[in-house]
């Protein structure tokens, strides 16, 4: 079983920063494609951003283009969500999932694995 454990959330104003962090156990990261989701209240989950395993090749969701920005430290098994000029809209419960796949995917129903999520405030 893939353990992935989410953290870095909390509650930040408008404008701020957070960096969230996915650390692996069990397995190494490197091969598998990882992607970040959030879920707000009376929401669907959604993409927020995908990591390749091969290329490390990137997308984004629209929403949060030129805001966020993911990367994998494959030395600590770890991929990052670094997310700068936050908005009330980003408010949400932020999961990391994995998939036996090369390419990216910011479709929540392409991923088996998931963290337990880790919540992320945007408030004054």
């Known amino acids: 079983q893939l353990q992935l454990v989410e953290s870095g959330g909390g509650l930040v104003q408008p404008g701020g920063s957070l960096r969230l962090s996915c650390a692996a156990s069990?397995?190494?990261?490197?091969?598998?494609?990882i992607g970040w989701f959030r879920q707000a209240p009376g929401k669907e989950r959604e993409g927020v951003s995908c990591?390749?395993?091969?290329?490390?090749?990137?997308n984004y969701a629209d929403s949060v283009k030129g805001r966020f920005t993911i990367s994998r430290d494959n030395a600590k098994n770890t991929v990052y969500l670094q997310m700068n000029s936050l908005k009330p809209e980003d408010t949400a419960v932020y999961y990391c999932?994995?998939?036996?796949?090369?390419?990216?995917?910011?479709?929540?129903?392409?991923?088996?694995?998931w963290g337990q999520g880790t919540q992320v405030t945007v408030s004054s």
């Open positions: 999932a994995a998939r036996t796949a090369y390419y990216c995917s910011i479709v929540p129903l392409d991923f088996s694995s």
């Open positions: 990591i390749s395993s091969s290329t490390g090749s990137t």
């Open positions: 069990r397995f190494t990261l490197d091969y598998y494609a």
